[in-house]
């Protein structure tokens, strides 16, 4: 079984400074791990994945993850955050060995606020 | 192309009613997810489809919960009896089959309010 701890479940920063949201996991089998994105009203939107090679994940909008298997933990990362990023974050887990059943095991959220 | 859509979007009903919910996942994609996301919570799988055969449902809370998809395609949830409980966003998610993987693109949902 797998389980997904997002450590924050709300992160207030201002508008152009960095912002880490932290994602650990459990798992007894080997997982991929995703971060998904949620703007108020709008559906999930995949922001980056990691499946393999590189611990360092790049997506979209500026956003990067670092995959640690020691520390099992995927923490999302940005720079300089806008006003625009003000969303809820979620990370998930899915089992690599699962054949075609690629369900998500997904952490409660982080709410990122972004004030000017 | 169009995405993933989910009718209707919002469903209000009493306790005790039936309801539908209406999956219409991107055109050729086998794989179908649905997922149920209670307020303040992370989305909770519930069921996987892989053509029209429900591979997977072990995340169906109990039996007053059913889906199917027919024809490989569209996807409905079935509730019975609701109950204040079932109150939830109801996300689906397709994806095309293969490995190693394949996103999923989601929905926006159904929001249903079980009064």
């Known amino acids: 079984a797998q389980s997904v701890t997002q450590l924050d479940s709300q992160v207030p920063v201002f508008e152009e400074a960095p912002v880490e949201l932290r994602c650990n996991y459990s798992s007894s089998v080997s997982v991929y791990l995703f971060w998904y994105v949620q703007y108020p009203n709008q559906g999930l939107q995949l922001l980056l994945k990691?499946?393999?090679?590189s611990t360092l994940v790049k997506g979209i909008n500026g956003f990067e993850a670092e995959f640690n298997k020691s520390q099992t933990s995927f923490h999302l990362r940005k720079p300089s955050v806008h006003i625009s990023d003000t969303a809820e974050y979620f990370c998930?887990?899915?089992?690599?060995?699962?054949?075609?059943?690629?369900?998500?095991?997904w952490g409660l959220g982080t709410s990122l606020a972004v004030n000017p | 192309g169009a995405g993933v859509s989910q009718t209707p979007s919002n469903k209000v009903t009493e306790k005790g009613k039936y309801v539908e919910l209406r999956c219409d996942p991107i055109s050729g994609h086998t794989a179908l997810y649905w997922y149920r996301q209670s307020l303040g919570q992370g989305p909770e799988f519930l069921i996987y489809?892989?053509?029209?055969?429900?591979?997977?449902d072990s995340g169906l809370p109990n039996d007053r919960f059913f889906a199917v998809r027919p024809e490989g395609s569209v996807s409905t949830l079935k509730i019975q009896r609701t109950e204040r409980g079932d109150s939830a966003v109801y996300l689906c998610?397709?994806?095309?089959?293969?490995?190693?993987?394949?996103?999923?693109?989601f929905g926006p949902g159904t929001r249903l309010t079980v009064l």
């Open positions: 998610a397709s994806s095309s089959a293969g490995l190693p993987y394949n996103e999923q693109f």
């Open positions: 990691y499946l393999s090679g």
């Open positions: 998930a887990v899915m089992n690599r060995d699962a054949g075609n059943n690629r369900k998500l095991i």
């Open positions: 489809f892989q053509g029209t055969g429900a591979a997977d």
